[in-house]
């Protein structure tokens, strides 16, 4: 066995850029040799665990330019802001339930209080919390290399299991999505073995509520797929319409048709596909209840 | 605090039964405790082992150049001494299976280690250990009972030694125990009611929070001295005596904290030989740990497929049972053949059974080795047993608490304490009182019937009960060594010392053996210290498991404090001129010492400390007092759970919001600490029923969650029900034959929960499961009528 | 073995400040038990999983045994053996887990009352519930939980009681 969970025996230079700048030129000059390390509670297991080796790695975890927390007209959330801080941050705005619980879900306090909305992405694991409820914000990253500046959509970030569009040279900045209008509201729902783990699958619903028609509605889902998914052809069958029992169902039904989960250690693939459902239903009854105050 | 525990009354003890805070309490609240993987000495080298990749190969060649060249000292098999031996001493040689070497040329399991390195720095040693290169030839292998017993298999073994005898092994059948009473066949057919089912338990691991370490020192005369996670240390100090071609005295074991047992300490766990090998080759000190993927690639709990038939009549009286199990033990048999006695013993001790058939087969397979878990085996039969008799009560249309009044063994009835071997008459039994009272306490009567259950969430209650032994004493030598040796000492101040072998695993042993003394002793229980301990300073104790550290260790302790206590009143009666037969001690809660006196005679009293003392200035000696003691009785501690479970039936998720947990200890001598038991087995036993289990990729051998706690899942406090919500009680019994009344707990605690989840699931939703752990994939699934496996059909 | 990868570092560690040289691999966890002889803080998976490795870096929560040492160069760190009362005794969270029985192997406890003194600290009156989520990263195999929850609920009423003298700080002066 090549995994010892007790030391890391890779070989690396730490370095500690004292502006984004330096630290976008380092990772220009090193590329594929470097990570850069925020919180670290994935990358170190990572590394322990022999998956991934940097030679160099960047510790952007002091860098102020990536832990701006804004609110406006748009939301912002810097790529390197501990979760610790961004949730009581979202609670105090009142509005983004869905995102705030997805954190919240994250588990444990001593992973909250170092670990970032950016580490999260840049992981680009399928399983990962932040993405769906964001993909439902209609999120967008802001992504920074040494040369330029790109806007990446988050539903098109992830391409694959652990595969994002993101190039070796760039960093994430910061995640950014619109401010709520009145009506609109969302939810997250979560399921795990333990009351602290990865996920077995979730589901984030946004929607936006004019009496009894939903005017816009956005559902994504984690861990039943090589990425995090967008339900569109669910979403379309209650854009625009009236909200009843009926529709709720055939959305479900959807969702789950719309999702390609498969057996893992965590449960089995007819689980991922049942759940998917309820998941579903339980956080669209959340977020349209909620798109009422 | 609400709690019935804390309401314990001490009958007519002054310092038993009372709440005390644990003696090594400051230490681990403080950080101060030192546990083996905290020692540290200098010029100490750090370890590494070598693991095999494969779960079934031969070691070609090994060459360590390599790891030499960058400064680490290396051990192969060739440079270990190359006897055979199991890892756990407590049986007789002639009962004792012996197919284990320090480090092996066949590996039958992926992580059997082959090699090992020790350098300055762990991470050197880590580097060194994956310079070393191993030539292997794979040999196939087998990860099922079922096919490893088959014609074809791969053959594991070819022999192995039982006592000092060759034993060659057939079909991977480690080995096969039947035991019987009556006529199975003339009981069947009395029977009215015929129920046979199949149960299956998973495969646990037991995820005790420390990792396995050991250090050992080699001492310039050619001795050793050790530090490891032990659980005995007499037996890895006879153990490491014999590997290693040591005299007795020249190694010293030390007792060293462990962060938790629960029976994977029993035996001398594989890095301590390799340890000890490593620190004589190397003339340095040397410590290894274990990683968290190494220790549960180790260890894990026996499973057992078991397939059981009880024949009842029309009025609930069991005429006969039959019990056959397969147990799944992996690569090596460290103690398989006592847990088919034991499992035959809980079989025959649950419920009454003129007839009765017990086969069980322990079966080699290439994967992690099982050992003894809370419990060994109990939890399984328990398991088998209880949801069989929610079956059999559901046919005859019996409340399950009365069909279980009817049948249990109690009092005046003979109890298998470890199997056919080990039998005593049962002379105190709260059972009744806990499923009377329990019942009360869980709403038995409202708990509703399944079919009357709507809606997403549904609740359902269950009652699972048993026991376990409280140690393996017996009038008779037997198959299983049982002994403690105690010493007891009075200080020249008045304190008391107490020494033994006995190690705490955090249920409060050691705290309970000196409340022990202290009653005896007639002393103040802050002034009982109790002593550090190794192999060279105390008498042989066989080892802390079965359930034996109050009953079996505190009464030994009891008997050398009744020895000392009869030298220190032969001393008071020369300096108070009282017989010493008349003369009592009692500790003076004002003055906080204990004070020898003649009960009426105001002027005859005096000091403990005074007597001590004057007895040191007089020289007339110490009063100290050694004794080995062996219990003559093994008494049932019972126990009882119910359990509420709630049931999400849209997602499968099942959570535990109420439960009431009852034992039968006889006088309980720390009820905080037992109270804490219960609480910690209904978390563990729930874990057992709902979550736990490990399981092996068949291409490759390995454990599918890799060993890392990411995917081997434990419970945490936010899964667990309410602090209210969990009541404790104890039976009010008195067991005459235990130290001051008291039985055992510790695996009690565990032993029924599993049952008592399962037929609360039955209650929920009208859905029996056979196999544990039921996940919510197996919940879905069984309720959508999804093929399944492990739901028994209606 | 020195290279010119090795970093000297400075950690306060309970109010004493160290210097250390420290290869850039090198975890927290080993750095304070190893070079520091603070064994108080355990290694028990390694994956961030159990938290027993819990330690405070500037005052918050986090995992020694996924934390680099070079990443904690100028921050303060307090592990179990910086816990005491105001007079040096015993932080009301220790008395209480040796009152409510929250010990048994021990091997937690450490991970434990750093988390519970977080916890307070944030929140002097928290409800069951809350307490039981802000140590749900720390597992334990022996208590089932209860001895805990119970040894906080009775910390917290102590601690908000209105104090006689001053309210226990829970880290040792520095020197």
Known sequence: MTVNTRVLINDFQYLVPASLDEALRSLDRYREDAEVLAGGTDLIIQMKLGRRSPKILIDISKLEELKRLEAGEKILIGAGRRYMDVLPYLRGLGRYHGLAEAIDSIGKLQVLSVATVGGNLGNGSPAADTPPPLITYGARVRVMSAHMERVIPLHEFHTGPGVIVLAPNEIIVDVEFDAFPDGRASAFQKLTRVASDISKVTCAVTVERDGETCTQCRIALGAVGPTPLRARAAEAVLEGQTVDAHAVDECARLVVESISPIDDIRCSEMYRREAAGVLFKDAFETAWERATC | ?794 | MLTSCTNAIILTVNGDEHMLVVEPNELLINVLRNELGLTGSKYGCGTGQCGACTVLIDGEPALACVTLAVACDGKAIVTIEGIAGADGGLHPIQDEFLNENAVQCGFCTPGMILMAGDLLKRNPHPTEDEIRHHIKGNICRCTGYNGIVRAIQHAAARMTEPPEVDEPELVKEAR
């Open chain 2, 1 to 794: 605090m609400g709690n019935e525990a804390r309401q314990m009354t001490a009958r007519e003890f002054t310092t038993v039964g009372t709440v005390t805070r644990r003696k090594d309490g400051l230490a681990k609240v403080t950080g101060t405790e030192t546990y083996a993987s905290d020692m540290e000495l200098p010029y100490m080298l750090h370890a590494r082992v070598l693991r095999s990749p494969y779960p079934h190969a031969r070691v070609v060649s090994i060459d360590t150049s390599e790891a030499e060249r960058m400064g680490a000292i290396c051990i192969t098999p060739d440079d270990v001494p190359d006897i055979r031996y199991n890892e756990r001493q407590v049986s007789v040689p002639v009962k004792t299976y012996r197919d284990r070497t320090v480090l092996p040329w066949v590996v039958r399991q992926v992580g059997e280690g082959v090699a090992a390195v020790a350098a300055r720095t762990e991470a050197l040693a880590e580097r060194a250990m994956r310079a070393i290169k191993v030539e292997w030839e794979e040999l196939p292998a087998v990860f099922d009972v079922h096919k490893a017993m088959a014609e074809d298999a791969p053959q594991i073994y070819e022999n192995v030694l039982l006592g000092d005898a060759e034993l060659p092994v057939e079909h991977n059948i480690a080995c096969f125990r039947q035991v019987s009473v009556g006529d199975v066949a003339v009981g069947f057919d009395e029977a009215d009611l015929i129920v046979e089912r199949e149960y299956q338990t998973g495969r646990v691991y037991h995820a005790q929070m420390e990792p396995k370490a050991a250090m050992c020192r080699p001492l310039a005369d050619g001795g050793i001295e050790l530090w490891a996670t032990l659980q005995s240390i007499h037996n890895t100090l006879q153990l490491l005596g014999r590997i290693f071609a040591l005299p007795l005295s020249k190694i010293r074991v030390h007792r060293s904290s462990i962060g938790g047992a629960f029976g994977s300490s029993i035996q001398m766990n594989t890095p301590v030989a390799i340890c000890v090998a490593l620190a004589l080759k190397a003339r340095k000190p040397v410590k290894i740990v274990l990683t968290r993927e190494e220790d549960m690639y180790d260890h894990c709990k026996y499973p057992a497929e078991i397939r059981l038939k009880y024949g009842v009549k029309h009025d609930g009286t069991i005429v006969a049972g039959e019990l056959k199990t397969l147990v799944d033990i992996g690569a090596h048999n460290i103690q398989a053949y006592p847990l088919l006695g034991c499992m035959s013993g809980w079989f025959v001790s649950l419920y009454r059974m003129p007839h009765m058939n017990f086969e069980g087969t322990a079966v080699y397979t290439n994967k992690t080795p099982a050992c003894a878990m809370q419990g060994y085996g109990n939890p399984d039969v328990s398991f088998a047993v209880e949801s069989h008799m929610d079956i059999i009560a559901e046919k005859l249309e019996m409340d399950p608490i009365e069909l279980r009044i009817k049948n249990y063994v109690g009092l005046g009835e003979e109890f298998w304490g470890q199997g056919p071997t080990v039998r005593s008459i049962i002379r105190s039994c709260g059972v009744e009182e806990m499923l009377r009272k329990g019942a009360t306490m869980i709403g038995w009567d409202q708990r509703g019937r399944p079919e009357d259950k709507t809606g997403r969430y549904r609740r359902g209650i269950g009652v699972g009960r048993t026991f376990h032994t409280s140690g393996t004493g017996a009038a008779m030598p037997g198959e299983v060594i049982d002994y403690s040796t105690a010493m007891v000492k009075v200080n020249e101040d008045g304190s008391v010392d107490m020494s033994t072998a006995l190690m705490c695993h955090g249920g409060g042993t050691l705290d309970a053996c000196a409340k022990l003394v202290a009653e005896e002793m007639g002393v103040p229980f802050d002034l009982v210290g109790v002593s550090p301990a190794s192999t060279t300073d105390t008498g042989y104790d066989v080892c802390t498991h079965a359930t034996r550290g109050v009953y079996c260790g505190g009464g030994s302790a009891v008997e050398a404090a009744k020895s000392a206590k009869a030298v220190l009143l032969d001393f008071a009666s020369r300096l108070i001129e009282v017989n010493p037969e008349a003369l009592q001690i009692a500790p003076d809660p004002e003055t906080g010492e204990g004070v020898i006196f003649l009960e009426g005679a105001a002027d005859k009293r005096i000091t403990v400390r005074e007597v001590a003392k004057a007895a040191q200035l007089k020289g007339w000696g110490t009063a100290i007092a050694v004794e080995s003691h062996r219990m003559v009785n093994c008494p049932p501690c019972f126990v009882t759970n119910f359990v509420e479970v709630e049931v999400d039936t849209c997602t499968g998720e099942v959570r535990v919001p109420r439960a009431v947990c009852a034992v039968d200890a006889g006088t309980v001598v720390n009820p905080d600490l037992a109270a804490g038991q219960l609480e910690g087995g209904l978390c563990r036993g729930i874990g057992q029923a709902l979550l736990e289990d490990t399981e092996y990729d068949p291409r490759t051998g390995e454990l599918t969650c890799g060993g890392m706690y990411i995917d081997y899942k434990l419970y945490t406090a936010e899964d667990m029900a309410s602090v209210d919500d969990v009541k404790v009680f104890f039976a009010d019994t008195y067991e005459p034959s235990g130290p001051f009344g008291a039985k055992g707990i510790g695996e009690a605690a565990n032993n029924a929960v599993a049952a008592a989840v399962m037929n609360a699931l039955e209650n929920a939703l009208g859905i029996r499961f056979q196999f544990i752990p039921i996940t919510p994939d197996m919940i879905l699934a069984a309720i959508h009528g999804w093929a399944c496996e492990g739901v028994l059909p209606a």
